[in-house]
Every structure is written in structure tokens, then in C-alpha cells.
């Protein structure tokens, strides 16, 4: 914690020629608690100091006066190792933990997170849950260190891909409406185009045709615009409330955005940062290694950078952000390098601002689920076969449960299977989904978590009264210590991932908190102790509830009291 690098700092200050903070950020945790809970090294001083590190580090050892807060203060070598007193950490990590004082606000930015952003030619698919994921967790991450963030995703719901479906359905839709979710009605129409487009290419070009009706605002084509893009909205609702996504502060559309985002391209033009092309597309030369850009094409329309220049300005505009977050897969790297550089080459005040959270792809077992078109799995399959799978085991634990409750927590687990598998690793990572492995109760998944926090709930209401008093110093068993000692880091695991935008910290703390209380369940009973060691044994249950109930809702995962 905090309190205890404060205390390191207040002893080591006297005797380096360092200030509070080089002190405090050359601190290290050892590998392993032989060496101590932290560890200061002293290689940097030699210059400074004319010794070697293992005499800095063991004349200041000899120097530095007894605390209450370390039980040993020893040299290694080059290294000056501090051993927290086990009564110590537990009192103050336990008490500030029962305080809820157990998070540090310390940034106060102004923060835009932009995403699932989809297209609306299709549903969304297992990869916008990746994206969901990761864009809500974040969110939640900065605003618990006291950031105030905007929440704001963009349709893309123009262009040459959203007029594939519209021509497929002009042409083979025969006028019928949705009989299946909306959204996926839409997207076979973009399927049957793509099949229909092999046996006569010219539909591609009727489809680029469509477009440029489109932004002349044809008036049949703007109504099958607007008829097919509210069907595809209609389904994106009902798979974000199934996903349990927050609600978007705001919401842009590519249709409102892209002629402005040409008049940008123009402007560009007249300050000759921009070039026109012979054939009358508008192009921006970047250099080795982005190359050049085309901006718009040769008949006018606009391409995604277009809206995403002026996109960018319409945000700032709007939030007047500190930091724009954009959560986009990796395979718009090169995109969001060229807009960034497109930026600062128009001098816009944000430019620098701006930061693309890239992340893996997702992918499925061969043969494990199959979409409309054997390649990419739509969401709603996703959530509706772990749902299956998480109601079959529901149903081998408590048979007796109404059909009702094995629904509501079917649906809480699944979510929790999925949110946990797709962000538990690194995000810039590819990730191979296994739905077996993912709702699984045991290991590294959602649903352990869960049921380590329905255990906890299970043990604290046999309990029914919580202990007013505490002897934090009967907590001595090693099980409890090192429970203890992770609860402790909590707060800098939050920080961490909140500077990094590494989500993955979280559930990665999570589930080692879980291995640290499942250790201390099965060698420290609570409700049997006798009196003064089962206060003492509950309150930790309880601080662990709520450090493990805060990790799993900066994931958006529902914590359950039975499972």
C-alpha cells in the first residue's frame, strides 16, 4: 500500500542523495517473499556515492532506525529488503478496506473511450464483443481513479459495404420484413450480395453506383437507407441490454459526419498539404513508412478517414477531452497512424492527444461454431451457447432451482465466461476462444470468480454478524498473510492499469486473489475458530469480498451470491 512506500521513503530519505519520488519509483517487489515485501536497490548510487552498491546498500541498512511497520530490514547484496509486520499490513489494509477508502482518485482527466463503432450491414459479431469488453472495463477502470469519461461510439452507416446489403435486398428482398432479429435479417442480404457478386461482378459496381445516389440523396435509395440501417440499430440494442453494456453518452454517425469531413480535405487542398490526383482523387503523401493516402476518390466519395479527420474535431468539440481513446482491432493499425499524422499535419490542438488501444483478433476452434458465412461468429450465437452450456451445469449443481433463477443466472455466468475469456489476456494479442473452457467453474475463468465470491457470501451469512472488534495480530498464518499482502496491492494494480490501458491487470489480480482465498479456505476454517481468531478470520472474508466485488465490476462482471 501506500502508507508503507511512504514509510520506506521517510527512512531511506536521509541518507540518498535522491528526492521522494526517486525513491519512491526505484522501489521493487521482490520476486519471492524470502527477499521481502520490497526491496531498494542501490546499483544507480555508485557514481553519486564513489562506493559499491553492496557497501551503499548495507552502510544505510546500519543507519536506518527501527518502525513498528517492518518486522526485518536486511541488505542483499546491492539490495536493502523491508519485511512488512504481518499485524501492521493487516490493520491498515483491512481497516482502509472497511473505510471503502481503498482507491486512490488521483486523476482527474477529461476522457473519451470510443467504441464498439459497427457497421450496419450486418449483426455484430464475436470480435465487437471483444471490443465491448474491453471499451467498458476500461471506462470503468478510469473513472474509478476519478477521471470523468465519455463513453461515445460511431455507426458507420454509409458507404459501399452498407449499400451491398441495400441492392442485394432491392433486388431479391421482394419488399418483406424482418422475421428473424433485425439485424441479422439485414446481414444475410450483405451474405447474399457477396454470393451473388461471384456469379455477376458488375453488382459491385451497381453497389458503388448505389453510393453515389446515396450522397446525391436519391430519394428511393435515402428510404431503404433509412428502413434497413433502423432494422440494424433495432438488433444492436437488443444484443448491448443481452450484453449488459452501459448506455453510450453519445452516439455519431458516419452519414452526419463525412461532408464535413470532405471540406476538411479541401481545406487541406488550399493549404496545399493535401494534393489533387490527376483522375480528381484527393491524396496526402506521408512519407516512409505510411506512404500515400487517398483521402477521397475519383468521383467525390469519402472514405473512412475522411469523417474520422473531422470526427476527431467534433469530439474535442464536444468534450473537450484530455485523451481520446480510440479501442479499434489491430487491423486498423496503419488507419489510425495515418490520421494521427493527418492531424498533426493540420496543426489541430488535439492531435497529440489522441491514442489508438489496438487489440488482438478473435478466433474459434475449427468447427466449433459456424456463422452464416463460415467465417465470423455473430455475437448473439456466442451469448446464446454459453448461456446453453451454463445452464447445463446450473442444473448438475441444483436441480431443484425454478426455471426462472436458472435463466437469471445462466445469463450472469455466461457473461461472466465470455467478458473474463477475451479480456484475461494480453489485448494486443490474438485470442482463441474455447466456449467449454470459458464457462467452465474451475480455473482461470469468469465463473471461478464468481463462485470463489459466492463462497465468500455463503461463509458471511452462516456468519450473520459481523465482529465490531478486531485483534488483527492473531491473522498469522502464511494463507492469511499472503491474502492479505494481495489485498494490499489492489489500489496500485488499479493505477497500474489505468496508466498502461491494460484492463487485463484486473482480471489477472482477480483470479490470484481467488488462488490466495481458496489457499486460506481450505487451511483456516472461520465459522469454527474460536471467538477472538474468527473475528479476526471474517473481517478478512469480508475485506476480500469487497476488493474481489470492485475487481469483477471494473470488468462489468455481476458478482452472485449463490451459485
Not at 493487516?90 to 463503432?117: D, H, N, W
Not at 478473435?362 to 448461456?387: F, N, Q, T
Not at 483456516?524 to 471474517?538: D, Q, Y
Request: aromatic fraction near 10%; proline fraction near 4%.
Amino acid at each position: 500500500m501506500d502508507i508503507f512506500k511512504k514509510e520506506i521513503v521517510k527512512q531511506l530519505k536521509p541518507f540518498l542523495p535522491l528526492n521522494e519520488k526517486e525513491i519512491q519509483d526505484a522501489l521493487e517487489v521482490p520476486p519471492n517473499n524470502a527477499l521481502g515485501d520490497y526491496a531498494f536497490p542501490c546499483f544507480t548510487l555508485t557514481k553519486t556515492l564513489k562506493k559499491s552498491p553492496n557497501l551503499i546498500a548495507q552502510e544505510i541498512r546500519d543507519k536506518i532506525k527501527k518502525s513498528s511497520f517492518f518486522s526485518k530490514i536486511e541488505n542483499k547484496g546491492a539490495y536493502i529488503n523491508f519485511f512488512l509486520t504481518p499485524s501492521k499490513l493487516a490493520e491498515i489494509t483491512l481497516k482502509e478496506i472497511k473505510k471503502q477508502k481503498y482507491v486512490r482518485k488521483s486523476q482527474k482527466k477529461r476522457i473519451v473511450v470510443e467504441f464498439p463503432s459497427p457497421n450496419t450491414n450486418k449483426p455484430l459479431h464475436v470480435g465487437h464483443l471483444r471490443n465491448l469488453t474491453i471499451g467498458e472495463a476500461l471506462s470503468r477502470i478510469l473513472e474509478f481513479q476519478g477521471n470523468k469519461i465519455y463513453r461515445v461510439t460511431v455507426n458507420n452507416d454509409r458507404g459501399t459495404h452498407i449499400c451491398k446489403s441495400m441492392l442485394a435486398y432491392q433486388k431479391f428482398g421482394k419488399n418483406k420484413h424482418p422475421n428473424k432479429k433485425p439485424d441479422h435479417f439485414v446481414g444475410d442480404f450483405y451474405v447474399l450480395f457477396a454470393q451473388k457478386a461471384k456469379e455477376n461482378p458488375k453488382l459491385e459496381q451497381e453497389a458503388q453506383e448505389m453510393l453515389r445516389k446515396w450522397e446525391h440523396k436519391d430519394l428511393k435509395v435515402t428510404q431503404l437507407w433509412k428502413k434497413m440501417n433502423a432494422w440494424a440499430y433495432r438488433g444492436f440494442n437488443q444484443t448491448y441490454k443481452t450484453f449488459d453494456a452501459t448506455p453510450f453518452d453519445k452516439a455519431y454517425y458516419e452519414s452526419n459526419l463525412y461532408t464535413h469531413g470532405k471540406e476538411i480535405v479541401q481545406e487541406g487542398v488550399k493549404k496545399k498539404i493535401f494534393q489533387k490526383e490527376e483522375d480528381g482523387a484527393i491524396s496526402v503523401d506521408l512519407g516512409e513508412p505510411l506512404g500515400k493516402k487517398i483521402l477521397t476518390r475519383k468521383d467525390g466519395t469519402s472514405l473512412y478517414i475522411t469523417q474520422d479527420l473531422y470526427l476527431a474535431s467534433l469530439k474535442y468539440k464536444d468534450f473537450r477531452y484530455d485523451q481520446s481513446i480510440y479501442v479499434v482491432a489491430n487491423e486498423q493499425d496503419y488507419h489510425f497512424q495515418v490520421l494521427f499524422k493527418i492531424l498533426k499535419l493540420l496543426k489541430n490542438p488535439f492531435a497529440e492527444s489522441c491514442y489508438h488501444l489496438s487489440y488482438g483478433m478473435v478466433h474459434l476452434p475449427e468447427g466449433r461454431m459456424k456463422s452464416r458465412e463460415g467465417k465470423v461468429v455473430d455475437a448473439d450465437e456466442v451469448i446464446s451457447e454459453l448461456m446453453k452450456m451454463a445452464k447445463n451445469e446450473i442444473k448438475k449443481r441444483d436441480a431443484s432451482l425454478s426455471s426462472k433463477e436458472i435463466e437469471k443466472r445462466a445469463h450472469s455466468i455466461a457473461l461472466a465466461a465470455i467478458k473474463y475469456y477475451l479480456i484475461k489476456s494480453d489485448i494486443q494479442k490474438d485470442l482463441l476462444f474455447n466456449p467449454e473452457e470459458a464457462v467452465s467453474f474451475e480455473g482461470d475463468t469468469g465463473p471461478y470468480l464468481q463462485y470463489t465470491y459466492a463462497r465468500t457470501s455463503s461463509i458471511l451469512r452462516k456468519a450473520k454478524k459481523l465482529p465490531e472488534k478486531t485483534d488483527f495480530s492473531l491473522l498469522q498464518k502464511q494463507e492469511e498473510i499472503n491474502l492479505i499482502q494481495h489485498l494490499s496491492k489492489f489500489p496500485e494494480i488499479v493505477e497500474e492499469a489505468s496508466i498502461k490501458l491494460k484492463p487485463n491487470l484486473i482480471a489477472n489480480y482477480a483470479f490470484t486473489l481467488s488462488q490466495f482465498f481458496n489457499e486460506f479456505y481450505h487451511s483456516c476454517p472461520v465459522l469454527t475458530a474460536e471467538t477472538g481468531l474468527k473475528n479476526a478470520r471474517i473481517s478478512l472474508l469480508k475485506a476480500f469480498q469487497h476488493v474481489l466485488k470492485n475487481s469483477l465490476t471494473l470488468l462489468n462482471i455481476t458478482p452472485l451470491e449463490k451459485m
